[in-house]
């Protein structure tokens, strides 16, 4: 049972990025995914997620209009659509799953990925 972040790396701001979680061991179509970040000396923060199946997902304010989640369950796959990237979205990127719904807890979930890191730097 795993799940496998990746797509990080260094960009400059503007410009934009596509993470992904690929999911294996398990359905992921039952599961709700979660993207975190924890940036150095920061608490970690929920900045998205879809609920199972292709129900609707949810934003952290700050990412709204730029960050975009997606899903793929045939591939076991989701995405994160990053653009506009700013220098404040620079942070390690988990992603999580739990039954169904998803949460604004971390604690909330029961596996998580490894983390993928994201630099937006000029």
């Known amino acids: 049972v795993q799940l496998q972040a990746s797509g990080g790396g260094l960009v400059q701001p503007g410009s934009s990025l596509r993470l992904s979680c690929a999911a294996s061991?398990?359905?992921?179509?039952?599961?709700?995914i979660g993207w975190f970040r924890q940036a150095p000396g920061k608490e970690r923060e929920g900045v998205t997620c879809i609920n199972w199946g292709f129900s609707n997902s949810t934003y952290q304010e700050s990412v709204k209009g730029r960050f975009t989640i997606s899903r793929d369950n045939a591939k076991s796959t989701v995405y994160l659509q990053m653009n506009s990237l700013k220098p404040e979205d620079t942070a390690l990127y988990y992603c999580?799953?739990?039954?169904?719904?998803?949460?604004?807890?971390?604690?909330?979930?029961?596996?998580w990925g490894q983390g993928t890191q994201v630099t937006v730097s000029s």
């Open positions: 061991g398990f359905t992921l179509g039952n599961y709700a």
């Open positions: 999580a799953a739990r039954r169904y719904l998803c949460s604004g807890s971390g604690s909330a979930y029961v596996k």
